[in-house]
């Protein structure tokens, strides 16, 4: 069963954004991508204030049979980060699009997620 | 997100035999998909890895029952006049230490070289012995088994119409005893590494988990109803994934990872599976395993614990100061402990600390003997 929200943009590495009212740019892994990797026990956030560019390593997720990076799917600078992964990261499995959110960025340049996958554009990417 | 580094592989020995085979499902496979598992193929085979939780399916194991479908193993009935002594010639265990029906050995079967070809139980039966070998191992083991009892007595069947389940966990008895109340008294009876036959039923007090509970080989055709019934007698199907993370924290070695055609049982924490007397029992493979000792043993088994963040992952280099370097053969998140645990292969001289080259940077661990976890409770200081 995938899930893949319609008002949601994506990158192929598996990474979901969602654009706030605030010009921010809010980040997560993909439901596909939780899944992949099971249950997840430790996430690793970039800081608050660093400044990431397109694609660069921003943080970590191990679950129990695998660790993996995350990237920052648009350049930008760190501008939140989701605590409660760090004391609860399994809010990553079972809300992966909500409440297990991982940092939030302040776009270089807005523009850059209109280059990004569209939720059909993903869903293809998965061969669904 | 990359693709996960370290996909679970719980048997990265498959055969050659299995290559471009699609897998195939045990007499379980159905029961599986109407339990909600998620499956992969392991070893040829399509198996659960789990039924939505790996972590929820370790924690009721530990705290109450699950079960686990191990039909993929290979069991084998040994009959004929030589069975005793080509086993006593085989295993580096000693099969005379079967003293009752029913009684279990654990045993390395190794090359001459003093390696591990596989890890098996071996059970005293009415008219022989049965065994149960690794399932990524099965042809490479039927192979040398019919190789080396050429020329005996000894008349090997493999028993591919059996199915096998594991129920383990501290209530797994008591609820296997309550679909089977026919049996109940049998069961109980039973010693651990004992098991004892139900007609074509054989039921083992025996188990990878740390826990204690049975194995159940049963007839292929009657497996699917007693899952059912064990299911509605509350216990918790459980897949490959928590399996793991169990026989991790119990300190058991899995084939393939933790030993293999390249390592010594010595160096792999098997050496109290090796009967050296009597001295006059001459299993293939003695010659080497003294030649080693008489040398000494160069690298040694422990366990190795991360209490910080971070997981330890086989295949990790792990640095002993003044003594040199070694290897992760199993890592993972103890579910139990809430940490990392791994199992290594490290510098016979190890103290209690070493350190692990945990993605690039070199972290200090604690060095302890195995097990992790034994009946629920943590067992290491």
Redesign the interface.
């Known amino acids: 069963m995938l899930d893949i929200p319609a008002e949601l943009k994506y990158a192929a590495?598996?990474?979901w954004m969602r654009l706030e009212a605030d010009g921010t740019v809010t980040v997560g892994?993909t439901h596909h991508?939780q899944e992949?990797?099971?249950?997840l026990?430790?996430v690793?956030l970039p800081k608050v204030g660093t400044t990431l560019a397109k694609e660069e390593q921003a943080g970590?997720?191990?679950?129990?049979?695998?660790?993996?990076?995350?990237?920052a799917p648009i350049a930008g600078e760190v501008v939140a980060i989701n605590t409660e992964l760090e004391a609860g990261p399994?809010i990553a499995?079972t809300e992966p699009y909500s409440g297990g959110w991982f940092f939030r960025l302040k776009p270089a340049d807005a523009a850059d997620l209109d280059g990004m996958l569209s939720a059909e554009d993903y869903a293809r990417e998965l061969g669904a | 997100m990359t693709a996960p580094r370290t996909p679970l592989q719980p048997d990265s020995s498959t055969s050659s035999a299995t290559v471009g085979v699609p897998p195939r499902g045990t007499p379980l496979y159905q029961s599986h998909l109407d339990a909600g598992a998620k499956i992969v193929d392991f070893a040829g085979w399509s198996m659960p890895i789990h039924y939505g939780s790996q972590l929820k399916e370790h924690e009721i194991v530990r705290a109450d029952a699950g079960m686990f479908d191990v039909s993929h193993m290979v069991v084998l009935d040994i009959t004929g006049g030589d069975a005793k002594s080509w086993l006593q010639g085989i295993l580096a265990n000693d099969v005379a230490k079967l003293g009752y029906m029913g009684k279990a050995l654990y045993s390395g079967l190794l090359t001459p070289e003093g390696t591990v070809i596989d890890d098996l139980i071996v059970y005293l039966a009415e008219d022989g012995y049965r065994m149960v070998v690794n399932a990524g191992t099965r042809e490479k083991d039927l192979a040398w088994l019919r190789k080396t009892s050429e020329g005996r007595e000894v008349i090997l069947t493999v028993r591919d119409d059996l199915a096998m389940l594991a129920v383990q966990g501290p209530n797994a008895i008591n609820k296997v005893c309550s679909v089977k109340p026919q049996w109940a008294d049998a069961i109980r009876a039973l010693k651990v590494f004992q098991g004892v036959a139900m007609g074509e039923w054989f039921v083992a007090r025996t188990g990878y988990t740390g826990e204690d509970g049975l194995e159940i080989m049963i007839p292929a055709t009657e497996a699917p109803a007693f899952f059912s019934q064990l299911i509605a007698a509350g216990v918790a199907p459980c897949g490959l994934g928590a399996r793991d993370t169990l026989r991790l924290e119990a300190g058991m070695n899995l084939y393939g990872h933790d030993m293999d055609e390249t390592i010594s049982p010595l160096q792999a924490g098997m050496g109290w599976t090796i009967a050296w007397e009597p001295a006059s029992r001459d299993f293939i493979g003695r010659a080497a395993l003294e030649a080693e000792k008489a040398a000494g043993v160069a690298m040694k088994q422990v366990g190795l614990v991360l209490e910080g963040r971070g997981v330890l992952r086989e295949g990790m280099r792990v640095v002993v100061a003044g003594a040199g370097e070694g290897v992760i053969t199993s890592g993972t998140f103890s579910p139990t402990l809430k940490h990392s645990i791994a199992i290594a292969r490290v510098p016979a001289a190890v103290g209690s600390t070493a350190e692990v080259d945990l993605r690039g940077t070199l972290t200090p661990v604690r060095v302890v003997k195995l097990p992790f976890v034994r009946l629920g409770k943590k067992v290491f200081d």
Not at chain 1, 36 to 39: F, I, P, T, V
Not at chain 1, 60 to 71: H, L, N
């Open positions: 590495s598996h990474e892994i991508a992949l990797l099971g249950d026990v430790f690793e970590v997720v191990e679950s129990v049979k695998a660790a993996s990076d995350v990237y399994e499995n």
